[in-house]
């Protein structure tokens, strides 16, 4: 069993930056694939980014390819995501999920967390 909490969401101008952070229960958090995922008002769950537990690959949604960063850090259980250059479409309930193995899915994660809000402003 894994346990996920999101940090870091807010408010912030178009044009800003925001660092979620992701904290993982569990002595095997080294050994799952990370993904965030996000939901804007009225429309699906959509994948964000990921990365696999060795930290040595990442995926990302052409949306934000280029402005959004994934990392890891497994001696803290933490996944983070460190978002620029924001826009308001990036505007969502931000989501860390996990799931076990090495292959950074776009769907099928085993555990999700509760979601932190990201707002972004004009």
């Known amino acids: 069993q894994v346990q996920l909490v999101e940090s870091g969401g807010g408010l912030v101008q178009a044009g800003g930056s925001l660092r979620l952070s992701c904290a993982a229960s569990g002595r095997t958090f080294s050994t799952y694939t990370m993904g965030w995922f996000r939901r804007a008002p009225g429309k699906e769950r959509e994948f964000v980014a990921g990365i696999r537990w060795s930290g040595d690959s990442t995926r990302y949604a052409d949306s934000v390819k280029g402005r959004f960063t994934i990392s890891r850090d497994n001696a803290k259980n933490t996944v983070y995501l460190q978002m620029n250059s924001l826009k308001l479409e990036d505007t969502a309930v931000y989501y860390c999920?996990?799931?076990?193995?090495?292959?950074?899915?776009?769907?099928?994660?085993?555990?999700w967390g509760q979601g932190t809000q990201v707002t972004v402003s004009s």
């Open positions: 999920a996990a799931r076990q193995g090495n292959y950074i899915s776009t769907d099928t994660y085993d555990y």
